[in-house]
């Protein structure tokens, strides 16, 4: 499996992005998506993950309510819609796909390249 994350980029505080996240091969449904972020000089931070089969899903307080994680199953795509962004989502963020349900970055075995967010204030 390979994961390809897109959709980063600049945006005002306040404002919103979508994150793609695009994998290649079959996702078995026992799968679990996540997304981490990684700010500079911090480690790998939990965002938010949901599992492939289901519409279960998981966040991070400092994102819930502003972040929402889908996917569409039939494009073998997960989304990561950010609103109310701040500078402090300004982060590296990257897409994993595991097995466990976890918050821990160790748990998952494939990662995408990451893509940059930037929030100004």
């Known amino acids: 499996v390979q994961l390809q994350a897109s959709g980063g980029g600049f945006v005002q505080a306040g404002g919103s992005l979508k994150l793609s996240c695009a994998a290649s091969g079959r996702i078995y449904s026992s799968a679990v998506m996540a997304w981490f972020r990684q700010a500079p000089g911090k480690g790998r931070q939990f965002v938010a993950l949901?599992?492939?089969?289901?519409?279960?899903?998981l966040y991070a307080d400092s994102v819930k309510g502003r972040f929402t994680i889908s996917r569409a199953s039939a494009e073998n795509t997960v989304y990561l819609q950010m609103n109310t962004l701040k500078s402090e989502d300004t982060a590296v963020y990257y897409c994993a796909r595991g097995t466990q349900w976890a918050t821990q970055a160790n748990e998952y075995n494939f990662w995408g390249q990451g893509t940059q967010v930037t929030v100004s204030s």
């Open positions: 949901t599992r492939w089969s289901r519409d279960s899903t």
